[in-house]
């Protein structure tokens, strides 16, 4: 992300999926000779969501992707 924009990510990202995409992907070209670099590209976006996990993992999420929702919300 650019400087000048603000670190929030969109509350419609949802990191877990594309992490778990990316290990999907991963463990298939890890093993395919050719493609290293590649395999070594994915590994390092695998690295910047780590990151940005440690900086948003702090932040309540929003309540649309709450496990529950309570009954009342008075």
């Keep these: 992300?650019?400087?000048r924009h603000s670190n929030r990510l969109p509350q419609h990202i949802d990191?877990?999926?594309i992490r778990d995409?990316?290990?999907y992907?991963?463990?298939?070209i890890e093993s395919i000779?050719?493609?290293e670099a590649l395999a070594a590209h994915v590994r390092a976006a695998l690295n910047e969501l780590d990151?940005?996990?440690?900086?948003?993992?702090?932040r309540h999420p929003a309540?649309?992707?709450a496990k529950f929702m309570p009954a009342?919300?008075?």
Aim: glycine content about 6%; charged content about 15%.
């Design 33 to 35: 000779g050719g493609l």
């Design 15 to 17: 990191l877990q999926s």
């Design 21 to 23: 995409t990316l290990l």
């Design 63 to 65: 309540p649309l992707y």
């Design 25 to 28: 992907v991963s463990s298939d």
């Design 72 to 74: 009342n919300f008075d």
């Design 1 to 3: 992300m650019s400087s």
């Design 51 to 58: 990151k940005i996990d440690s900086r948003t993992s702090t």
